[in-house]
């Protein structure tokens, strides 16, 4: 017990100091180490592993979709992010520049996608000529830049690793539904794959996407009560089209301009899990993207028999789908089950000689820290049911906490109180930007996203009639 007290030592308190303990996790899992460029981070195996499962489960809804894979380049005409006034005006801040190459001055300066709708508006407009062309719907897989003044990994680095969907259409109305099925999409894997309860609504002009007539997001709820945006979705309207000529000759025989949409998600969702489900012992993964969902511990592996039969149960797993580890390290069980706990392995499945004796394993779910007794005759069945109840349980928890963390408020002092308090916060508001400046400088919380179909009758700032009623949360 002293060796476990002692070991879990190593992370912070979770309660008392929640930016550390985020700190300590990310580190001591090895999720990621620190660059050596000043914001930026070096994704290690673990922490790469849960993004290919995340990239893996988003491609293929993707592509029910009607999506296709592409890539853009890295580097961007300046000239190009000028086009449209806003965007440039929104991302200026953050843009990191290029300007010499190959022991030269370049004539004109480089810049190193923030994001590409600039870019790739450039090339829509190139393979664009006629309505039979469209809807034209592409994602790309690649790596963004963004000089952040304040960093933390997975949150907000200064390079970090998406996906961003880039859409045309003929019309208006199918943009819109483009950019809401993408949001609907983003919503349904939040929640079935990450076990994370989102709240999904339409953006404040201030929170919107630069250049975007409409941004939707997806906003969590993480262990401290602070918001994270988990992903985005914008209506782009015809902006980015009238700004790179993107146009098509319609049925009419006219030359029409596109409705363009964009979307994405970043390597941010990895705090998310990590934010949402932690513990003070660390990582709390949801098996369908933990790295390894099972991890096997044998008990006095030098007894006859253990390791065989160890062997044969991973091999079992293996060929049933289940992402299975064997421990068969020198170390003591005692060090193996602390490491595994902290890595959040969903399950671990205990095995010595008493356990084979009588025909059972010792089955340990890493979300509740219980122990069950699991016949081997039926541990592959056992394992399988296991998992998707663990995931199951995992978004219950969280939807419970969530929920019971939505207070409303009257006025900007309750407002205030209920953040306070590590809540989020409904309260009517007028639509005046002036009001919401107001909150942010009062409370330090932030518009998220609207609650759709909710009314209040006054704003609680300057209480005149409430035009919307808005969640407001401090955010990361």
Not at 133 to 156: C, G, H, S, Y
Not at 303 to 310: Q, S, T
Request: net charge negative; with cysteine; hydrophobic share 40%.
């Amino acid at each position: 017990m002293a060796k476990e007290a002692q070991f879990v030592e190593q992370i912070a308190d979770i309660e008392s100091d929640f930016p550390q303990w985020y700190t300590d996790v990310v580190i001591k899992t090895k999720l990621v180490d620190y660059g050596p460029v000043k914001g930026t981070m070096v994704i290690r195996p673990y922490g790469y592993a849960i993004w290919e499962n995340i990239q893996k489960e988003l491609d293929a809804r993707f592509k029910a979709t009607g999506h296709e894979n592409a890539y853009f380049p890295l580097l961007i005409p300046m000239s190009f992010l000028t086009k449209e006034a806003e965007h440039v005006e929104g991302f200026a801040p953050e843009v990191a520049v290029v300007t010499h190459a190959g022991g030269e001055e370049l004539s004109e300066p480089l810049v190193i996608r923030p994001t590409s709708e600039t870019i790739i508006g450039n090339m829509y407009a190139k393979w664009l000529q006629s309505y039979r062309d469209l809807p034209i719907k592409m994602n790309q897989w690649a790596n963004v830049m963004r000089w952040e003044k304040t960093t933390r990994p997975f949150l907000r680095t200064s390079e970090f690793l998406w996906q961003e969907g880039h859409t045309v259409h003929a019309t208006e109305e199918e943009a819109i539904e483009e950019t809401m099925t993408m949001l609907g999409v983003y919503k349904e894997f939040a929640e079935n794959c990450l076990a994370i309860p989102v709240i999904t609504g339409k953006k404040t002009e201030k929170e919107k996407f630069a250049g975007a007539v409409a941004t939707y997001g997806m906003e969590a709820m993480m262990h401290d009560g602070k918001s994270l945006q988990a992903g985005t979705s914008h209506y782009l309207g015809q902006n980015f089209s009238k700004a790179f000529d993107i146009k098509f000759l319609d049925k009419d025989g006219a030359l029409k301009y596109g409705y363009t949409s964009s979307w994405g998600v970043s390597t941010r969702l990895i705090g998310a899990i990590i934010m949402t489900h932690g513990d003070q012992r660390g990582l709390v993964l949801p098996p369908v993207v933990a790295p390894t969902q099972v991890v096997i511990v044998p008990i006095a592996s030098k007894k006859p028999g253990v390791l065989e039969a160890c062997a044969k149960l991973k091999e079992e797993l293996a060929s049933a789908g289940v992402r299975v580890l064997l421990d068969d390290s020198d170390n003591s069980p005692g060090w193996k089950f602390n490491e595994w706990e902290m890595k959040g392995v969903p399950v671990r499945l205990e095995l010595g000689p008493r356990d084979l004796e009588a025909g059972k394993c010792l089955a340990f779910r890493r979300d509740k820290c219980e122990k069950a007794e699991m016949e081997l005759g039926g541990v592959v069945e056992g394992v399988q049911t296991l998992l998707k109840t663990i995931q199951s349980d995992m978004l219950e928890s969280a939807r419970k906490r969530t929920q019971e963390r939505i207070v409303c408020a009257e006025s900007v002092e309750e407002l205030l109180d209920g953040v306070e308090k590590q809540n989020f916060v409904k309260a009517g508001w007028c639509g005046c930007r002036e009001c919401e400046d107001k909150i942010k400088e009062k409370t330090s919380a932030s518009a998220r996203v609207y609650a759709e179909g909710e009314t209040a009758e006054k704003c609680v700032v300057c209480g005149k009639k409430a035009e919307h009623v808005v969640i407001f949360a401090r955010a990361y």
